[in-house]
């Protein structure tokens, strides 16, 4: 497996500057809107809004915010409708990108998200263009495995466990993840972060120039607050 790069989704972690802050809690608020109105409001049962909950915690958002993101979610108080989009795109040098967005205007949506990629050198995919290119896993990141754990690890659903940028990322099928993390958690290991990812099957070396320009366009990402996450080839 090629491995995860810094460019591979957002990570919304402790700490995050207050510039950025109403924009992440607002991503973060669709994303447990979303995984409320598909399975419920509890996280005990929902194990995609336990995630997702999981997320706005480490990222200190409100509880209240969680709650109201939950209700608008299930439909206790009102909200816009919010639509899962995905797109599909190219890079500077080729690269290939994904782009997860949650948006309550599709058009405005899918004009930034082009504008974005033609900025930059690229220009806005098909479906299918890139998809191809990536593989849907479970990705969960800890500091590190104890070698006597792995075996378990694997039992339970673990494809690969890699040493990456001073931690530890555990691969799973997306059906395994949720078992995979449990035993981590039950084994006193603090998980960073869990979720489903699109990781790359290879990945695509860049020139330094294009390594700054791509550095450029996902701070676009990073910034707009309908894009939820995003996912590139591109070696980091």
């Known amino acids: 497996m090629s491995g995860h790069s810094k460019w591979s989704q957002i990570h919304r972690q402790k700490g995050v500057a207050d510039a950025k802050r109403g924009a992440i809690f607002t991503k973060l608020g669709k994303n447990i809107s979303i995984a409320a109105r598909l399975g419920g409001g509890d996280p005990t049962t929902n194990f995609r809004l336990r995630l997702a909950v999981d997320q706005a915690k480490a990222a200190n958002m409100p509880k209240d915010n969680i709650d109201r993101a939950i209700k608008r979610g299930t439909g206790e108080i ?9 797109y599909e795109g190219f890079g500077p040098e080729g690269s290939a990108f994904i782009i997860e967005c949650l948006t309550d205007n599709r058009n405005r949506t899918a004009a930034n998200i082009k504008h974005y990629l033609t900025k930059y050198g690229g220009s806005l995919g098909a479906p ?26 694997i039992d339970a659903g673990a494809d690969d466990i890699q040493q990456e940028d001073g931690g530890t990322t555990v691969y799973t099928s997306p059906a395994a993840l949720r078992a995979v993390k449990e035993l981590l958690e039950s084994s006193h290991i603090t998980v960073e972060y869990a979720e489903t990812a699109q990781v790359p099957k290879e990945k695509k070396v860049v020139s330094a120039e294009a390594h700054g320009t ?19 080839n591109a070696e980091g």
């Open 78 to 86: 009102a909200g816009g409708t919010i639509e899962t989009i995905t």
């Open 128 to 153: 299918g263009s890139v998809s191809w290119q990536f593989e849907q896993k479970g990705v969960i990141r800890v500091k590190t495995v104890p070698d006597d754990l792995e075996l378990a690890l």
């Open 214 to 232: 791509i550095e450029k366009l996902c701070a676009d990402f990073e910034n707009d607050e309908d894009v939820n996450n995003y996912y590139t």
